[in-house]
Nanobody, 124 residues
Framework: VQLQASGGGLVQAGGSLRLSCAAS????????IGWFRQAPGKDREFVAR???????TSYAGSVKGRFTISRDNANTVYLQMNSLKPEDTAVYYC???????????????????WGQGTQVTVSS
């Protein structure tokens, strides 16, 4: 599956952005889809993930209550980001994997398919 991430941009602290991750070549049915982010000089870190079938979600503690991962009925996963902070500044990546057994799926190495990343910059 090919992934296309979009929706990044520059926003002031406290603002909101919605990122999209669209699948091409097939649907997300049977996949786990995750969002990760990577700030300069830091490792790629887990943000949120959703199971396409059933819709169960999981979040990193740093974004819980501010970010919401969701999906539509076709082939797109969203990351709604509210109350953004300067420390949320990073390149955001979506990823997908056929593993729907492991509950956590918080390690980037667990994902086989990656989008190209979209820059999110939060100014103070």
């Amino acid at each position: 599956v090919q992934l296309q991430a979009s929706g990044g941009g520059l926003v002031q602290a406290g603002g909101s952005l919605r990122l999209s991750c669209a699948a091409s070549g097939r649907t997300f049915s049977g996949y786990t889809i995750g969002w990760f982010r990577q700030a300069p000089g830091k490792d790629r870190e887990f943000v949120a993930r959703i199971r396409w079938s059933g819709g169960s979600t999981s979040y990193a503690g740093s974004v819980k209550g501010r970010f919401t991962i969701s999906r539509d009925n076709a082939n797109t996963v969203y990351l709604q980001m509210n109350s953004l902070k300067p420390e949320d500044t990073a390149v955001y990546y979506c990823a997908a994997d056929r593993n729907v057994i492991v509950s956590s799926m918080t390690d980037p190495l667990q994902y086989d398919f990656w989008g190209q990343g979209t820059q999110v910059t939060v100014s103070s």
